[in-house]
Nanobody, 121 residues
């Protein structure tokens, strides 16, 4: 069974930096686009950043210039580097990826369980 496993959340002061990473567990055939979403208390889940298998990126306006997304295709890992963090960046951050499992020909959408990022002094 394939699962997405996130790591790197935690508490950081305003203006600080934090990095997240995400990789699938289990045996996979291929990964397509990967992305990070977030959900703050009382709000809907929203896209933060996405990256295609070819490296094309897309960012939400509220993180442009502060966050970067990257991936290591050899490790099937996606990263989110967050700089100049603000209290309003506090949320649970979720990893999302399009994965084809080993032995399958279907591309399916997978979500991680989320990692909490708290920006507070």
């Amino acid at each position: 069974q394939v699962q997405l496993v996130e790591s790197g959340g935690g508490l950081v002061q305003p203006g600080g930096s934090l990095g997240l990473s995400c990789a699938p567990s289990g045996i996979i055939r291929s990964i397509g686009a990967m992305a990070w979403y977030r959900q703050a208390p009382g709000k809907q889940r929203e896209l933060v950043a996405a990256i295609t298998s070819g490296g094309y990126t897309n960012f939400a306006d509220f993180v442009k210039g502060r966050f970067t997304i990257s991936r290591d295709n050899a490790k099937n890992t996606v990263y989110l580097r967050m700089n100049s963090l603000k209290p309003e960046d506090t949320a649970v951050y979720y990893c999302n990826a399009e994965i084809t499992r080993w032995g399958s020909s279907s591309l399916m959408d997978y979500w991680g369980k989320g990692t909490l990022v708290t920006v507070s002094s």
